[in-house]
Protein backbone atom coordinates (compact mmCIF):
# COMPACT_ATOMS: atom_id res chain seq x y z
CA UNK A 1 0.00 0.00 0.00
CA UNK A 2 1.30 3.31 -0.96
CA UNK A 3 0.93 6.20 1.45
CA UNK A 4 -1.42 7.86 -0.90
CA UNK A 5 -3.72 5.10 -0.27
CA UNK A 6 -3.77 5.15 3.70
CA UNK A 7 -6.81 6.38 4.98
CA UNK A 8 -6.98 8.45 7.90
CA UNK A 9 -9.13 8.76 11.23
CA UNK A 10 -9.18 11.46 13.24
CA UNK A 11 -10.87 11.14 17.39
CA UNK A 12 -11.45 14.50 19.37
CA UNK A 13 -12.29 17.40 17.30
CA UNK A 14 -11.33 19.93 20.14
CA UNK A 15 -9.26 23.27 20.44
CA UNK A 16 -6.15 21.15 18.74
CA UNK A 17 -7.67 18.62 17.07
CA UNK A 18 -9.90 20.26 14.90
CA UNK A 19 -7.24 22.39 12.96
CA UNK A 20 -5.54 19.44 13.23
CA UNK A 21 -7.29 17.94 11.64
CA UNK A 22 -8.52 20.07 8.99
CA UNK A 23 -4.91 20.12 7.74
CA UNK A 24 -5.48 16.05 6.87
CA UNK A 25 -9.00 16.79 4.74
CA UNK A 26 -7.03 16.85 1.24
CA UNK A 27 -5.08 13.70 2.18
CA UNK A 28 -5.34 11.37 -1.23
CA UNK A 29 -6.53 8.68 1.16
CA UNK A 30 -9.41 10.55 2.91
CA UNK A 31 -10.05 10.88 6.97
CA UNK A 32 -13.00 10.34 8.79
CA UNK A 33 -13.44 11.95 11.94
CA UNK A 34 -15.79 11.23 15.13
CA UNK A 35 -16.19 13.39 17.95
CA UNK A 36 -18.92 13.21 20.79
CA UNK A 37 -19.85 16.41 19.78
CA UNK A 38 -21.99 16.80 16.25
CA UNK A 39 -21.68 20.35 16.06
CA UNK A 40 -17.75 19.48 16.11
CA UNK A 41 -17.68 17.25 13.06
CA UNK A 42 -20.29 19.81 10.71
CA UNK A 43 -17.09 22.35 10.07
CA UNK A 44 -14.99 19.33 9.09
CA UNK A 45 -17.64 17.71 6.59
CA UNK A 46 -17.88 20.77 5.13
CA UNK A 47 -14.36 21.14 4.65
CA UNK A 48 -14.39 17.40 2.97
CA UNK A 49 -14.12 14.66 5.86
CA UNK A 50 -15.98 11.65 5.92
CA UNK A 51 -18.06 11.55 9.53
CA UNK A 52 -18.26 8.41 11.66
CA UNK A 53 -20.82 7.56 13.43
CA UNK A 54 -18.84 6.16 16.47
CA UNK A 55 -15.44 5.63 17.64
CA UNK A 56 -15.70 2.10 15.64
CA UNK A 57 -16.32 3.38 12.67
CA UNK A 58 -12.94 4.67 12.55
CA UNK A 59 -11.49 1.89 12.99
CA UNK A 60 -11.47 1.46 9.38
CA UNK A 61 -8.55 3.83 9.25
CA UNK A 62 -5.17 2.53 8.94
CA UNK A 63 -3.62 5.16 10.68
CA UNK A 64 -5.81 7.07 13.72
CA UNK A 65 -5.06 10.38 15.78
CA UNK A 66 -6.53 10.62 19.39
CA UNK A 67 -7.08 13.52 20.93
CA UNK A 68 -9.12 13.48 24.10
CA UNK A 69 -8.65 14.76 27.38
CA UNK A 70 -6.96 12.59 29.63
CA UNK A 71 -6.01 9.03 30.60
CA UNK A 72 -9.09 7.12 31.22
CA UNK A 73 -10.50 8.88 27.92
CA UNK A 74 -7.30 7.37 26.11
CA UNK A 75 -7.81 4.14 27.56
CA UNK A 76 -11.77 3.94 26.73
CA UNK A 77 -10.99 5.91 23.02
CA UNK A 78 -8.30 2.94 22.34
CA UNK A 79 -10.41 -0.20 23.72
CA UNK A 80 -12.92 0.34 21.11
CA UNK A 81 -11.03 0.87 18.60
CA UNK A 82 -8.94 -2.09 19.29
CA UNK A 83 -11.88 -4.30 19.14
CA UNK A 84 -12.25 -3.34 15.44
CA UNK A 85 -8.97 -2.89 14.63
CA UNK A 86 -7.73 -4.71 12.01
CA UNK A 87 -3.58 -5.88 12.42
CA UNK A 88 -0.76 -3.28 11.23
CA UNK A 89 -3.66 -0.22 12.34
CA UNK A 90 -1.63 2.82 13.51
CA UNK A 91 -3.41 4.43 16.57
CA UNK A 92 -1.67 7.71 18.03
CA UNK A 93 -2.38 9.38 20.74
CA UNK A 94 -1.57 13.05 20.65
CA UNK A 95 -2.81 14.11 24.34
CA UNK A 96 -0.40 14.34 26.57
CA UNK A 97 -0.90 11.71 29.62
CA UNK A 98 1.22 9.45 31.83
CA UNK A 99 4.08 7.79 29.92
CA UNK A 100 2.84 4.64 31.28
CA UNK A 101 -0.38 4.75 29.63
CA UNK A 102 1.22 4.47 26.73
CA UNK A 103 3.69 1.75 27.16
CA UNK A 104 0.76 -0.31 29.01
CA UNK A 105 -1.14 0.03 25.85
CA UNK A 106 1.40 -0.54 23.18
CA UNK A 107 2.23 -4.33 25.02
CA UNK A 108 -1.44 -4.83 25.87
CA UNK A 109 -2.27 -4.26 21.88
CA UNK A 110 1.37 -5.45 20.00
CA UNK A 111 -0.02 -8.98 20.01
CA UNK A 112 -3.19 -7.99 17.94
CA UNK A 113 -0.71 -6.31 15.58
CA UNK A 114 -2.06 -3.08 16.76
CA UNK A 115 0.67 0.10 17.20
CA UNK A 116 -0.16 2.09 19.50
CA UNK A 117 2.10 5.55 19.13
CA UNK A 118 2.57 8.63 21.78
CA UNK A 119 2.74 11.69 19.93
CA UNK A 120 2.24 14.63 22.07
CA UNK A 121 1.96 17.70 20.48
CA UNK A 122 3.76 21.73 21.12
CA UNK A 123 3.02 24.99 19.70
CA UNK A 124 -1.10 25.52 20.39
CA UNK A 125 -3.82 26.05 18.55
CA UNK A 126 -2.34 28.66 16.09
CA UNK A 127 0.54 26.68 15.18
CA UNK A 128 -2.14 23.70 14.62
CA UNK A 129 -3.61 25.96 12.02
CA UNK A 130 -0.73 26.73 9.75
CA UNK A 131 0.73 23.24 9.99
CA UNK A 132 3.75 24.16 12.42
CA UNK A 133 3.18 22.01 15.11
CA UNK A 134 6.19 20.16 16.48
CA UNK A 135 5.57 16.32 17.47
CA UNK A 136 7.65 14.03 19.85
CA UNK A 137 6.97 10.35 18.56
CA UNK A 138 7.31 7.27 20.42
CA UNK A 139 7.45 4.56 18.52
CA UNK A 140 9.11 1.66 16.90
CA UNK A 141 11.20 2.82 13.98
CA UNK A 142 9.28 1.87 11.07
CA UNK A 143 5.93 2.85 12.32
CA UNK A 144 7.63 6.29 12.45
CA UNK A 145 8.36 6.34 9.46
CA UNK A 146 4.83 5.08 8.17
CA UNK A 147 3.28 7.60 9.84
CA UNK A 148 5.65 10.72 9.46
CA UNK A 149 4.32 11.97 6.14
CA UNK A 150 0.80 11.87 7.79
CA UNK A 151 2.04 13.97 10.52
CA UNK A 152 4.04 16.14 8.58
CA UNK A 153 0.62 17.61 7.18
CA UNK A 154 0.26 19.44 10.49
CA UNK A 155 3.37 19.62 11.76
CA UNK A 156 6.53 20.99 10.95
CA UNK A 157 8.80 19.25 13.27
CA UNK A 158 8.31 15.69 13.47
CA UNK A 159 10.69 14.07 15.97
CA UNK A 160 11.20 10.62 16.97
CA UNK A 161 12.23 10.54 20.46
CA UNK A 162 12.27 6.74 21.09
CA UNK A 163 10.19 3.62 21.80
CA UNK A 164 6.60 3.98 23.16
CA UNK A 165 5.99 5.85 25.90
CA UNK A 166 9.19 8.27 24.57
CA UNK A 167 7.07 10.62 23.10
CA UNK A 168 5.35 11.46 26.46
CA UNK A 169 8.43 11.85 28.32
CA UNK A 170 10.41 14.60 25.83
CA UNK A 171 6.54 16.11 25.90
CA UNK A 172 6.54 16.46 30.29
CA UNK A 173 9.96 17.31 30.06
CA UNK A 174 9.58 20.33 27.42
CA UNK A 175 6.16 21.31 29.42
CA UNK A 176 7.92 21.42 32.53
CA UNK A 177 10.38 23.76 31.14
CA UNK A 178 7.45 25.51 29.80
CA UNK A 179 5.33 26.02 33.52
CA UNK A 180 8.79 26.21 35.32
CA UNK A 181 9.72 29.42 33.31
CA UNK A 182 5.69 30.77 33.97
CA UNK A 183 6.42 30.83 37.20
CA UNK A 184 9.57 32.64 36.60
CA UNK A 185 8.13 34.59 34.72
CA UNK A 186 5.29 35.99 37.47
CA UNK A 187 8.35 36.12 39.89
CA UNK A 188 10.16 38.64 37.50
CA UNK A 189 6.71 40.46 37.02
CA UNK A 190 6.58 40.68 40.97
CA UNK A 191 9.79 42.29 41.41
CA UNK A 192 9.08 44.70 38.41
CA UNK A 193 6.45 45.50 39.89
CA UNK A 194 7.82 46.62 43.21
CA UNK A 195 10.72 48.52 41.17
CA UNK A 196 8.37 50.57 39.70
CA UNK A 197 8.69 49.36 36.40
CA UNK A 198 5.40 49.18 33.95
CA UNK A 199 4.56 45.64 33.16
CA UNK A 200 3.70 45.72 29.64
CA UNK A 201 7.20 47.14 28.63
CA UNK A 202 9.05 44.91 30.22
CA UNK A 203 6.30 41.75 28.52
CA UNK A 204 7.85 43.80 25.03
CA UNK A 205 11.22 43.21 25.80
CA UNK A 206 11.32 39.80 27.35
CA UNK A 207 9.13 38.77 24.00
CA UNK A 208 11.49 40.52 21.54
CA UNK A 209 14.92 39.28 23.37
CA UNK A 210 13.78 35.67 22.95
CA UNK A 211 13.11 35.92 19.77
CA UNK A 212 16.40 36.72 19.30
CA UNK A 213 18.44 34.89 21.71
CA UNK A 214 16.46 31.78 21.59
CA UNK A 215 15.13 32.00 25.26
CA UNK A 216 16.11 28.47 27.29
CA UNK A 217 16.04 26.30 24.19
CA UNK A 218 18.90 28.05 23.56
CA UNK A 219 21.36 26.57 25.68
CA UNK A 220 19.47 23.10 25.23
CA UNK A 221 22.54 21.94 22.69
CA UNK A 222 24.52 18.96 24.72
CA UNK A 223 24.06 15.49 23.63
CA UNK A 224 24.37 14.71 27.71
CA UNK A 225 24.51 16.57 31.35
CA UNK A 226 27.46 15.49 32.19
CA UNK A 227 30.44 18.16 33.22
CA UNK A 228 32.29 20.02 30.46
CA UNK A 229 35.50 19.35 29.93
CA UNK A 230 37.80 22.13 29.32
CA UNK A 231 38.16 20.85 25.40
CA UNK A 232 34.46 20.61 24.92
CA UNK A 233 33.12 23.03 22.31
CA UNK A 234 30.86 24.50 24.91
CA UNK A 235 33.25 25.25 27.61
CA UNK A 236 34.05 28.96 27.10
CA UNK A 237 30.49 29.95 26.19
CA UNK A 238 28.92 28.44 28.97
CA UNK A 239 31.56 29.88 31.26
CA UNK A 240 31.06 32.72 30.10
CA UNK A 241 26.69 32.56 30.41
CA UNK A 242 27.50 31.20 34.42
CA UNK A 243 29.49 34.68 34.88
CA UNK A 244 26.82 37.06 33.19
CA UNK A 245 24.02 34.85 35.10
CA UNK A 246 25.33 34.67 37.95
CA UNK A 247 25.91 38.36 37.92
CA UNK A 248 22.85 39.13 37.06
CA UNK A 249 20.74 36.67 39.41
CA UNK A 250 22.49 38.56 42.41
CA UNK A 251 21.71 41.78 41.24
CA UNK A 252 18.05 40.92 40.69
CA UNK A 253 18.39 39.34 44.31
CA UNK A 254 19.50 42.66 46.05
CA UNK A 255 16.76 44.93 44.14
CA UNK A 256 14.68 42.31 45.80
CA UNK A 257 15.80 42.63 48.76
CA UNK A 258 15.70 46.55 48.70
CA UNK A 259 11.73 46.22 47.49
CA UNK A 260 10.93 43.28 50.21
CA UNK A 261 10.01 40.86 47.53
CA UNK A 262 11.16 37.12 47.72
CA UNK A 263 12.43 35.42 45.01
CA UNK A 264 12.92 32.01 45.54
CA UNK A 265 13.13 30.78 42.08
CA UNK A 266 16.09 33.05 41.63
CA UNK A 267 17.77 32.20 44.80
CA UNK A 268 17.37 28.89 43.31
CA UNK A 269 18.75 29.75 39.80
CA UNK A 270 21.89 30.91 41.82
CA UNK A 271 22.64 27.77 43.29
CA UNK A 272 21.99 25.82 40.55
CA UNK A 273 23.29 27.75 37.55
CA UNK A 274 26.64 26.94 37.14
CA UNK A 275 26.13 23.05 37.75
CA UNK A 276 23.04 22.76 35.29
CA UNK A 277 25.56 24.52 33.00
CA UNK A 278 28.08 21.93 33.18
CA UNK A 279 30.66 24.25 34.96
CA UNK A 280 30.74 24.07 38.28
CA UNK A 281 33.01 25.90 40.12
CA UNK A 282 35.99 24.45 41.78
CA UNK A 283 35.44 22.89 44.84
CA UNK A 284 36.98 24.49 47.53
Known sequence: MSTDDIKLGYIGLGNMGAPMAKRLV???????????????????AEAGATLADSVADVAAAEIISVTVLNDAQVREVVTELAGNAKP????????TISPDTAVELAEQLRPQGIHIVDAPVSGGGGA??????????????????????????????VIHAGEPGAGTRMKLARNMLTFTSYAAACEAMKLAEAAGLNLGALGRV???????????????VREDMRELTPDHWLFDAFTHTRGLGEKDL??????GDANNVELPLAQIAL?????GLGVPHPKE
Open 271 to 275: QRLAE
Open 250 to 255: SLALEL
Open 206 to 220: VRHSDAQSGGPGAII
Open 26 to 44: DWPGGVIVYDVRAEAMTPL
Open 128 to 157: AEKGELAVMVGADRDVYERIKPAFKQWASL
Open 88 to 95: GTVIAIHS
